[in-house]
């Protein structure tokens, strides 16, 4: 069993960025992603990272979000810059090794003036 806190949400204003952690508490060999779920949508996968490090990104983040992890610290990480309202939600850290899911319990992310 791996638990996974992640940790970084806030209120930002627009333009904005923040940086959200997720650490876990056992093996991270495997993918690692970041999901965010807005009131009344469906949770969707914002970014994807493999063990060797290669990154997977939705469109509506390209070239505003970095999704980056340290193995040896068991961590992923998620740079957020030009933060947009749209961009506002609960943001979740996932982990997937072979057929086991792990979720973090979400942290807040509120981009507003």
């Known amino acids: 069993q791996v638990q996974l806190v992640e940790s970084g949400g806030g209120l930002v204003q627009p333009g904005g960025s923040l940086r959200l952690s997720c650490a876990a508490s056992?093996?991270?060999?495997?993918?690692m992603g970041w999901y965010r779920q807005a009131p009344g949508k469906q949770r969707e996968l914002v970014a994807s990272?493999?063990?060797?490090?290669?990154?997977n990104y939705v469109d509506s983040v390209k070239g505003r979000f970095t999704i980056s992890r340290d193995n040896a610290k068991r961590t992923v990480y998620l740079q957020m810059n030009s933060l947009k309202p749209e961009d506002t939600a609960v943001y979740y850290c996932n982990l997937v090794i072979g057929s086991k899911t792990y979720w973090g319990q979400g942290t807040q992310v509120t981009v507003s003036s």
């Open positions: 056992g093996s991270i060999f495997g993918v």
């Open positions: 990272i493999n063990f060797g490090g290669s990154t």
